[in-house]
């Protein structure tokens, strides 16, 4: 009994403190009769405390279910005014791109009058007839609306837009450093411009006129097409082709042996130290091309073009030479280990060096192409 008493005093659990109190009334009125007269009070005592306390827990229970009553009405209130900022938020998206297109519309429209508005050839325009048309704007605002439309098409839609550019005339301007990068540049005049350090990685170069044009090292050519692109005379001094298309081969129909070929000019270019290993150059016009110390190790150049050109120094190794035109070229100090030719190369009336290698089945290239590629593809 005295145990449970000390239970009762110690206990602070107002539960557990019932329980105990519960116990020992029943021990004081069916338990032993001797006990101690105080401990019946101990008990009643006890058990109003526990009834208090369990007042109070209700109490206490009642006002947090009121205060997340109240927390649960904030959160509807915010959730309702969320809700409002953000049609208001959609709508202002929609006023601002409404704007955005207009400005867009506006600004392509005055880029597009800028590469392309003619108006009749004046003196200042050399080599041209007074009937002609001319570009209306100036080589360095054409130059400056080129780049400007890529840039303005590409953020807009947000992706790698292929901005048309095909026909535009960016002749005798500064494009050095300027972004091509897939930018479709058919027909697109580049005559005497700067392209050093250009991207022109994956543009679309089709009877593109680049003669004179200045290239360099930094110039990016990487999987560009410059199959049909006229680069005579341009300057290409230790630029990168091998990643370049520069001939096409097109068969007239399946399983036919008539083929045409699209190939790049490169007559009177200039290609010092250029890098041309393993191109396919077939039908290729190299001449007159100064390919000083130039690396065409692996090429095949069979029915090309290499009269008069210099190939001092430059590297043929393995160089499928079938049928190419060599009649004139420098050969001064050029390794020629293990090219090929047949009976329709043409030496120029010297002897083939001794390291090359005949084919006397002239089986070592494609038949030459009996017909003109531009007239048919143009």
């Not at 990168?240 to 790049?264: C, H």
């Not at 089986?363 to 143009?378: E, F, I, K, Q, T």
């Given at each position: 009994m005295h145990v449970l008493?000390?239970?009762?005093?110690?206990?602070?659990?107002?539960?557990?403190?019932?329980?105990?109190?519960?116990?020992?009334?029943?021990?004081?009125?069916?338990?032993?009769?001797?006990?101690?007269?105080?401990?019946?009070?101990?008990a009643i005592a006890g058990l109003v405390l526990a009834a208090q306390a369990n007042r109070e827990v209700s109490r206490q229970t009642a006002k947090v279910v009121e205060q997340n009553d109240l927390i649960h009405s904030q959160n509807d209130l915010i959730h309702s005014q969320n809700d409002l900022v953000e049609k208001q938020y959609k709508a202002l998206?929609?006023?601002?791109?409404?704007?955005?297109?207009q400005d867009f519309r506006s600004r392509r429209a005055t880029l597009i009058a800028t590469l392309f508005d003619m108006e009749n050839c004046t003196a200042k325009n050399v080599g041209s007839a007074a009937s002609e048309k001319c570009p209306k704007a100036s080589e360095r605002a054409r130059a400056e609306a080129a780049q400007g439309l890529i840039e303005l098409e590409r953020s807009y839609w947000d992706r790698a837009y292929e901005t048309d550019l095909s026909g535009v005339d960016l002749s005798m301007s500064n494009l050095s450093a300027s972004n091509f990068s897939g930018v479709d540049l058919t027909g697109a005049a580049f005559v005497s411009s700067d392209l050093r350090g250009a991207d022109l990685s994956g543009a679309k170069l089709y009877n593109a006129r680049a003669s004179g044009a200045q290239l360099s090292n930094e110039t990016n050519l990487s999987g560009t097409?410059?199959?049909?692109?006229?680069?005579?005379?341009?300057?290409?001094?230790?630029?990168?082709?091998?990643?370049?298309?520069?001939?096409?081969?097109?068969?007239?129909?399946?399983?036919?042996?008539?083929?045409?070929?699209?190939?790049?000019?490169?007559?009177e270019a200039v290609l010092v130290r250029s890098n041309l290993s393993s191109l396919d150059l077939r039908g290729v016009d190299l001449s007159d091309?100064?390919?000083?110390?130039?690396?065409?190790?692996?090429?095949?150049?069979?029915?090309?073009?290499?009269?008069?050109?210099?190939?001092?120094?430059?590297?043929?190794?393995?160089?499928?030479?079938?049928?190419?035109?060599?009649?004139?070229?420098?050969?001064?100090?050029?390794?020629m280990e293990g090219c090929l030719y047949n009976e329709s190369t043409n030496w120029g009336g010297t002897q083939p060096p001794a390291s090359c290698l005949l084919r006397e089945d002239g089986?070592?290239?494609?038949?030459?192409?009996?017909?003109?590629?531009?007239?048919?593809?143009?």
């Open positions: 008493v000390g239970d009762f005093v110690r206990q602070k659990d107002p539960g557990r403190r019932m329980r105990t109190a519960a116990i020992l009334l029943l021990r004081i009125f069916f338990g032993n009769p001797v006990v101690s007269i105080g401990v019946p009070f101990v998206l929609d006023q601002i791109k409404q704007g955005t297109d097409d410059l199959a049909s692109v006229n680069l005579s005379g341009a300057h290409l001094s230790d630029v990168d082709l091998s990643n370049a298309a520069m001939s096409r081969t097109y068969e007239l129909a399946p399983g036919s042996s008539d083929r045409i070929v699209l190939a790049a000019d490169l007559s091309t100064n390919l000083l110390n130039a690396n065409l190790s692996g090429a095949d150049i069979s029915w090309g073009a290499l009269s008069r050109a210099t190939l001092k120094g430059a590297d043929l190794t393995s160089t499928n030479l079938c049928g190419t035109d060599l009649g004139g070229a420098d050969l001064t100090d050029t390794v089986r070592c290239s494609d038949v030459p192409p009996a017909l003109n590629p531009g007239s048919l593809l143009d």
